[in-house]
């Protein structure tokens, strides 16, 4: 099974402040669905809570959460981690991390690839991605555009 992060952020990493995104890019949107479209969608509490649209529509909305109680929300799954989020979605080719910091974090030792939008500038923020280890991901493809860029990396395999 693929684990692939998808997220947006700033050049300094930034991917929120305030509980939202600090930019509305239509294009990410767009990639955001096409990407994830059919696919389970593994996000924590506070990003769950931030999308403008619940639950997101053609997916396994799979929220991590200790706190939220699962009968009150028939909509999605409700887990206590994210790898019994994964190993709940193991029947699945692919799926998709959606966020926030903290899931990044932890999802970057077990994600196979990486499908990022990065927004050109300097953005002020409260959230942030983790930093990428060149030594573990390698850019298979970029795309350039006018404010931003999407870049896609695989997991170096040892």
């Known amino acids: 099974m693929e684990i692939i992060i998808i997220a947006a952020m700033a050049e300094n990493r930034v991917i929120g402040k305030g509980g939202a995104l600090p930019w509305s890019l239509k294009e990410d949107m767009a990639r955001f669905r096409e990407l994830t479209d059919c696919w389970p969608c593994i996000m924590g509490r506070k990003t769950w809570e931030s999308l403008p649209r619940r639950p997101l529509p053609g997916r396994l909305n799979v929220v991590i959460s200790q706190t939220i109680d699962p009968k009150t929300m028939p909509d999605i799954l409700v887990l206590p981690s994210l790898r019994k989020a994964i190993h709940y979605c193991?029947?699945?080719?692919?799926?998709?991390?959606?966020?926030?910091?903290?899931?990044?974090?932890?999802?970057?030792?077990?994600?196979?690839?990486?499908?990022?939008?990065?927004?050109?500038?300097?953005?002020?923020?409260?959230?942030?991605?983790?930093?990428?280890?060149?030594?573990?991901?390698?850019?298979s493809e970029v795309k350039v555009f006018d404010?931003?860029?999407?870049?896609?990396?695989?997991?170096?395999?040892s």
């Open 90 to 139: 193991e029947g699945h080719k692919k799926v998709f991390i959606c966020g926030g910091a903290a899931i990044y974090d932890e999802a970057m030792a077990l994600a196979t690839k990486m499908e990022l939008t990065v927004v050109h500038g300097q953005y002020d923020g409260d959230v942030f991605f983790p930093e990428i280890d060149p030594a573990l991901w390698q850019k």
């Open 147 to 157: 404010g931003f860029s999407f870049i896609s990396y695989n997991k170096i395999s």
